[in-house]
């Protein structure tokens, strides 16, 4: 018993560092590695990407062609949300849009979009919003249920849409 401290101090100096580095550190120094390979590969892969751009662009600068179509003021939300909705018995309850601002050729509306039908089914039609209508943001979902005389509760979703139009002077 006369080794008993030495045995302690050897336990903490090496074996505590050993199990550290194999039960933490190690694979997080192995995912570290692995990012910085993927790093330098993305570096050189968008190196090579650009050399391409400018080569394709030669001086043009198109850009992407945006969607100046209002869904929300014209109500082509609505247009493009009914099929899908009839699909899963959800039923459009009220539609009410209204500009936010208004500043030089920038628009912003939005609109409280209220619907009533099973909660499966309002999901689905609130993911094909989302999928289907890329230039409107789907800003908040808020669901609530509706008890009424006697009569089985009622789901009802109420989602505030956003569109941000860019409106140019040609």
């Given at each position: 018993?006369?080794?008993?401290?030495?045995?302690?101090?050897?336990?903490?100096?090496?074996?505590?560092?050993?199990?550290?580095?194999?039960?933490?550190?190690?694979?997080?120094?192995?995912?570290?590695?692995?990012?910085?390979?993927?790093?330098?590969?993305l570096e050189r892969l968008?190196?090579?990407?650009?050399?391409?751009?400018?080569?394709?662009?030669?001086?043009?600068?198109?850009?992407?062609?945006?969607?100046?179509?209002?869904?929300?003021?014209?109500?082509?939300?609505?247009?493009?949300?009914?099929?899908?909705?009839?699909?899963?018995?959800?039923?459009?309850?009220?539609?009410?849009?209204?500009?936010?601002?208004?500043?030089?050729?920038?628009?912003?509306?939005?609109?409280?979009?209220?619907?009533?039908?099973?909660?499966?089914?309002?999901?689905?039609?609130?993911?094909?919003?989302?999928?289907?209508?890329?230039?409107?943001h789907l800003a908040s979902?808020?669901?609530?249920?509706?008890?009424?005389?006697?009569?089985?509760?009622?789901?009802?979703?109420?989602?505030?849409?956003?569109?941000?139009?860019?409106?140019?002077?040609?």
């Amino acid at each position: 018993m006369r080794f008993k401290g030495l045995l302690y101090l050897i336990l903490l100096l090496v074996v505590t560092p050993l199990l550290a580095w194999r039960l933490a550190l190690g694979s997080t120094w192995h995912t570290w590695r692995q990012a910085q390979r993927e790093a330098r590969q993305l570096e050189r892969l968008g190196s090579v990407a650009t050399d391409s751009e400018r080569a394709d662009d030669r001086g043009s600068n198109d850009g992407m062609a945006l969607d100046t179509t209002e869904y929300i003021q014209s109500g082509l939300v609505i247009e493009r949300l009914l099929p899908e909705a009839s699909r899963y018995g959800v039923s459009v309850v009220s539609y009410t849009p209204f500009m936010m601002a208004q500043e030089g050729g920038i628009v912003h509306r939005n609109a409280l979009l209220t619907l009533s039908g099973g909660f499966h089914g309002m999901v689905r039609v609130i993911d094909h919003l989302e999928r289907e209508v890329a230039t409107c943001h789907l800003a908040s979902v808020g669901f609530r249920s509706v008890r009424r005389n006697g009569k089985p509760p009622q789901l009802i979703a109420q989602l505030i849409l956003g569109q941000i139009i860019i409106k140019s002077d040609k």
